[in-house]
């Protein structure tokens, strides 16, 4: 794509964790003129104007930016009700540290927050242009445990207990404006497990209407938590407890599982569905283990000899994502009990079954009118073909079919999200008068109208 964009007269730059961590790559294979290394809001717009300028530089450093400096979405650059979803971003960085997990080494373990009026702000422009359902699209949406506060408050020095509270303060902060937002906005985010120990986070998160929640479940033995560094989840039955405390908070969960973990077996594929079924999870998907770049598992993985000098079409499978989608390998590092196709057709298995008619239709029963129930089908079935079909079929017919009919119920489920707009919307009262963060272009200032002050629209036209 860059290629061609670039054949076309376009100025190219890419940024992202994958250019972060491979500047070298874009330029290679991609065109690009220049990579932006680490959070783009604040350099971006001093990489455009060196674009009009015609002297891009080749990199740009950016670093990470504080929680303040976070810029909205260009939502207005977007086609208009071509999007089932938007998604805003709340919190960046997670505490933990799990092997397979990109996001603590690049957004770091120190969690930067947005501020409550910014976040608020966003989403009521994007109810504004008619999305009611947004994703929370954070790294984790629970960044202090109540772990983390009982181990700063043993401390001598309160310091870091106090920075923690305020950090914990500021999410109830959000979570009471979310709840003052039109009643018919849901809200989805991705959290840690920890946070169905603490009932009053759970009770803050239904108040706001954060309906869903991705967990990154991984395993469902400690033996397979120790194979990930997550040994802060729970197994078994304490599991199933666990995972069925938000249910009960009226949050569902889309529970994550990964196979192919040198400790899992033959029976962990059946254990992990039963598991996922028994603890009233709403969504499932079960991924393959696969060293991504800038993870631990990736760097170990690199490290041995073999994989380096193991060649598809003469890209070296350290580089995988530079080898054809259809001849990549499935399954990454030598198992010790069981072939790759033994894993990823046992895996496939477990799509099957999870997502089988019968199950997504008595689990359907979570919503009550028949609308509800036939979108809730059709998004279960959406799930799967984008995910259990094109991620791991390796016959390619099979892949250019499930990306057809991904397109074809994603665009039937698209009318079922998208609501009419608001374009009247007011932010709640007392966050009115606080200045518009940057980045935001507010739809009224975009159809000419004045609702918002003339100077708040230049500022965020600037
Ligand atoms: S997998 Fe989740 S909990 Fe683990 S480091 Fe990544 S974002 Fe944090």
Request: a positive charge; one cysteine or more.
């Amino acid at each position: 794509m860059g290629r061609q964009a670039r054949e076309r007269g376009a100025w190219v730059v890419y940024g992202g964790i994958h250019a972060t961590l491979f500047p070298d790559e874009p330029r290679e294979h991609g065109g690009a003129h220049a990579v932006v290394k680490g959070d783009g809001d604040v350099v971006w717009a001093e990489v455009v104007r060196d674009c009009i300028a015609g002297h891009p530089a080749t990199i740009y450093d950016a670093g990470r930016v504080t929680g303040e400096n976070f810029i909205s979405a260009r939502w207005d650059l977007l086609p208009e009700r071509g999007y089932m979803w938007a998604s805003v971003q709340t919190v960046r960085g997670c505490p933990k540290h799990c092997s397979f997990c990109s996001v603590w080494r690049t957004d770091g373990q120190e969690p930067r927050q947005r501020t409550v009026t910014a976040v608020v702000r966003e989403i009521v422009e994007l109810r504004r242009r008619g999305f009611r359902f947004i994703a929370l699209a954070d790294d984790n949406f629970y960044p202090v445990t109540l772990e983390d506060l009982a181990q700063a408050d043993r401390r001598a020095d309160k310091t870091r207990l106090r920075e923690l509270e305020a950090m914990r303060r500021e999410r109830f902060d959000l979570m009471a404006e979310l709840a003052q937002l039109p009643d018919d906005m849901v809200f989805y985010t991705q959290i840690t497990m920890e946070a169905a120990e603490d009932p009053a986070f759970l009770d803050a998160m239904r108040a706001a209407r954060i309906r869903g929640a991705l967990v990154g479940v991984e395993a469902v033995t400690p033996e397979g938590l120790k194979d990930v560094y997550k040994g802060f989840n729970l197994a078994g039955e304490d599991l199933v407890e666990r995972l069925r405390e938000f249910r009960r908070h009226g949050v569902h969960v889309l529970g994550s599982f990964i196979f192919g973990l040198p400790s899992d077996r033959k029976e962990t594929f059946d254990a992990t569905v039963s598991l996922a079924e028994r603890a009233d999870i709403t969504f499932a998907q079960f991924v393959l283990l696969t060293p991504f770049p800038g993870t631990i598992d990736f760097e170990k993985w690199a490290a041995e000899s073999e994989n380096h000098q193991t060649l598809v079409d003469g890209v070296p499978v350290t580089r995988h994502w530079l080898i054809p989608q259809h001849k990549r390998p499935k399954v990454y590092s030598p198992h010790p009990t069981m072939s790759s196709e033994e894993i990823r057709v046992r895996t496939q298995a477990a799509w099957d079954r999870f997502y089988s008619w019968r199950q997504v239709w008595n689990r359907s029963n979570v919503v009550t009118s028949v609308k509800a129930r036939v979108a809730f089908v059709l998004i279960s079935k959406l799930y799967r073909q984008m995910y259990a079909n094109t991620g791991i079929a390796t016959d390619s017919a099979r892949v250019a079919r499930s990306t057809k009919w991904a397109n074809l119920l994603g665009r039937g489920c698209r009318m079922l999200f998208l609501a009419a707009p608001m374009p009247e919307l007011r932010m709640p009262g007392h966050l009115e008068a606080e200045p518009v963060a940057a980045g935001i272009i507010p739809l009224t200032t975009l159809k000419g109208a004045s609702r918002e002050s003339g100077s708040s629209a230049r500022r965020a036209s600037g």
